[in-house]
């Protein structure tokens, strides 16, 4: 028996009745799906028909009819498209077959991982605008320029003027598709770097809390240190108080002043003297360093030098002259012993 041709098989489908009959009920739309069903398989000879039975989403199962095959893009796609039972109303399911060796790509633009394809073509279906054939045609052209197995997106220029809404469309749709996985991929990373940061901060808080808990227990420990030492400080002056000595510290200021104590006026006069004249000496000797490292002006280290050096001559004149006295009351003192009668 001779194999009945495409447009036999879909007259016999839709005409047959019974438990296997289709799920197309209205007569004038059967007719209409044959129309379209056999100008997609004229246009598309790699396209064969079939009856099967296909399970909606809800679990509910219709006799469908269907086209497997081949669309003429290279590589080739595989797929099955199935002619829902509210066709021309409903758009038709499209289901990409992959195997080992064709996997769909990750975030393709048209396609899910599932198989299932998706186009503007059918978000935007209206009957009587859109058709089998016209959608068949969409799926060559974006499949050509985005292929579901191939990471090759082609660069094809195209003049803008030639360009249809349909494939402005599409195009539109890829660029936004692209944006949205890189924009998706960024984000990504930046709450993956935020995780790590938070990690670091939550790590660096917990350290501080213990920093800030050993603080307070030290600052607490020194407290109360200091009101022991509080305490035995007022203790201490209180006994102080009431058997009237003097601190070590006074005591200690009472011996230094009495080690530098002169023995008489003129042993006074003459510590004075020498002290100023060190000092001055002193001054002298930083003012020549000053004048070196360029710090006073050589004018104001003359002016001041000579002043200085005027005053220290005072001073060695009044030692020299305190002690010629002190030398000859001694010598007055030792002639009065010699000129004793023995």
Request: charged share 25%; glycine share 2%; hydrophobic share 40%.
């Amino acid at each position: 028996m001779a194999a009945l041709t495409s447009t036999q098989f879909v007259d016999a489908a839709l005409s047959s009745d019974g438990p296997l009959s289709l799920s197309y009920k209205h007569p004038n739309l059967k007719w209409l799906i044959r129309d379209h069903f056999l100008s997609l398989l004229h246009n598309f000879p790699s396209l064969k028909p079939s009856i099967d039975t296909f399970t909606h989403d809800d679990g509910t199962t219709v006799n469908l009819l269907n086209a497997s095959g081949t669309l003429p893009v290279s590589p080739a796609i595989p797929l099955t498209i199935w002619i829902h039972e509210s066709y021309p109303f409903f758009p038709p399911l499209v289901f990409l077959s992959s195997t080992s060796s064709t996997q769909i790509l990750r975030d393709h633009p048209f396609v899910y991982p599932s198989g299932a394809i998706f186009s503007p073509y059918l978000h935007v279906w209206r009957y009587p605008r859109s058709n089998l054939l016209d959608f068949a045609c969409n799926l060559v052209r974006i499949f050509t320029y985005y292929h579901p197995f191939s990471s090759l997106v082609s660069s094809r220029c195209i003049d803008p003027s030639l360009v249809s809404k349909m494939e402005a469309l599409d195009f539109l749709y890829m660029t936004l598709h692209h944006e949205i996985v890189a924009s998706r991929a960024k984000a990504k990373e930046d709450i993956e770097a935020l995780f790590i940061l938070q990690a670091e901060l939550v790590h660096r808080a917990e350290t501080l809390n213990i920093t800030l808990e050993e603080s307070e227990h030290e600052r607490s420990s020194l407290k109360e240190r200091v009101k022991d030492l509080t305490d035995e400080a007022d203790t201490l002056m209180n006994w102080l108080t009431v058997h009237g000595c003097k601190s070590s510290i006074d005591r200690a200021k009472d011996k230094m002043n009495d080690a530098f104590e002169a023995a008489d006026q003129e042993s006074d006069q003459v510590l004075d003297c020498s002290s100023k004249d060190k000092a001055i000496e002193d001054l002298l000797y930083v003012l020549e360093k000053a004048v070196k490292e360029g710090v006073v002006p050589v004018d104001k280290y003359l002016k001041q030098v000579r002043a200085l050096a005027r005053e220290q001559f005072f001073h060695r004149a009044m030692l020299v002259k305190l002690r010629s006295s002190d030398i000859l009351y001694q010598l007055d003192d030792l002639y009065g012993s010699f000129s004793k009668p023995t």
